[in-house]
């Protein structure tokens, strides 16, 4: 039986282990981490991470041929094929600081791979690293080689979180690089096999280690970019009355761009997209290629003014203050369908309108109060950092409240923020909330998710991104 593991619990080893688990009852999978509370909750009824459809998956294969433990070293030992899940975060201190990958957790997983192990392994790069890490790496796990042949495969994962499990059930491709010796190819072929239990061939693409660890960097970077092209597009559509949801269904339609990934919104967040960039720009200044480095660091300045510009939107229709104004937060979560706050355009706004005292009342389906307290209090790339290395207690913000439902948190508001598109959100009644407000009651979408229409009906004042603006809105001092 081919014995797998896989170092790392998180939002990618957790959901990608279970499904080659499911898929392949003839493979032993365990997943491990030093976090325990996280392994404990993974052998719990409540799993550390929130995805439509995994409670299922785990359920159908824990305890049969899916294992979570703490005990690393003894599980990697034993395994042919280890996957390395770890994370990959922007590193704050040192060179390279706000745009370099932290390459801390990779590097102490690689060690003791090379420290622990007694048998041949393939290790494969799960986390997104920078390109050319396996060279990094392999020079690692063969310090000390002992005699035994390390074969390193880059395989990134391209899952979105949210749908984790039907784009792992169903993926566009999996993506696999390795060296292009006959080591190379053999370990390559080890690996399709597995995921050729439930992948047609012909969406298992098979590279060089480079193109691989490049292709998941520029994955991200094109669809980050198609997001801040469109978000630039919005900011002229609110200055010229253009709609920006039929300039992208015009733009979708030409099948060389297509349609999706192309909602006008508050900002793109997540713990992948901003990392990822800032870590291409890096690699691009380091080859001497600052040209390239600018143009991808524009679709994160793209991002932040987005964000910004939203917030001053909200204070300009509010008469230029909201100092002391209740503002409903609705949504705190990146997207919906997840609990996950890194990098969520949430905590940049909350924080935007705390810098303008305003008293926010928050409410997220999804996300505990600590949780948010936490975000709103930690510095910036702290978030994607394991937990030990995060402030250990939220501290509490004087003119925050975190609510338990939209209602609570809309009463006596005199604005409403949408940060996350959740489908309750669509079917609050809006004139209940309408009643129960400060007037003139304000809605900012930062979703384009309500009907604006039934709700200006109503006698609300609507914000939509990059859509014809309100009269109201149009009278007030121009947005930055
Ligand atoms: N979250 C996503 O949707 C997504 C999608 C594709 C790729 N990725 C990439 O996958 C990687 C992991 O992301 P994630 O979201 O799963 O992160 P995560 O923080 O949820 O999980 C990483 C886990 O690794 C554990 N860990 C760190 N060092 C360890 C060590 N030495 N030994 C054992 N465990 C260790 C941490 O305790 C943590 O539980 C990152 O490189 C990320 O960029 C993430
Ligand atoms: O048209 C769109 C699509 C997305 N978003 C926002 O973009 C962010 C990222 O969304 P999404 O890509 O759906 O979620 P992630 O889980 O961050 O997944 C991305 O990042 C992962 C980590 O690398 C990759 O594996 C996935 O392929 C890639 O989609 C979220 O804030 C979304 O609200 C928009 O604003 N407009």
Known sequence: MVKICCIGAGYVGGPTMAVIALKCPNVQVTVVDIAEPRINAWNSGTLPIYEPGLDDVVKQCRGKNLFFSTEVEKHVAESDIIFVSVNTPTKTQGLGAGKAADLTYWESAARMIADVSKSDKIVVEKSTVPVKTAEAIERILTHNKKGINFTILSNPEFLAEGTAIQDLFNPDRVLIGGRETPEGQKAINALRDVYANWVPKERILCTNLWSAELSKLAANAFLAQRISSVNAM?????????????????????????????????????????????????????????????YWK???????????????????SMFNTVSSKKI???GFAFKK???????????????????????LSIFDPQVTEDQILKDLSMKKFDKDHPSHLQPASPTSIKQVSIVGDAYEATKDSHGICILTEWDEFKKLDYQKVFDSMQKPAFVFDGRNIVDADKLRKIGFIVYCIGKPLDPWLKDMPAVA
């Not at 524009?298 to 204070?315: G, M, T």
């Not at 997840?338 to 935007?352: L, N």
């Open 337 to 359: 369908d997840t609990g996950d706050t890194r990098e969520t355009p949430a905590i940049d706004v909350c924080k935007g309108l705390l810098g303008d005292k305003a008293r």
């Open 328 to 330: 409903a937060i609705l």
């Open 298 to 316: 524009q679709v994160v300045k793209v991002n932040d003014y987005q964000k910004s510009r939203f917030v001053n939107r909200v204070v300009s």
């Open 234 to 294: 919005s900011a002229l559509c609110e200055s010229t009355g253009a709609d920006v949801s039929q300039v992208s269904h015009s733009i979708g339609t030409d099948s060389r761009v297509g349609p999706k990934f192309l909602n006008a919104s508050v900002g793109f967040g997540g713990s992948c997209f901003q990392k990822d960039i800032l870590n291409l720009v890096y690699i691009c200044e380091c080859n001497g290629l600052p040209e390239v480095a600018n």
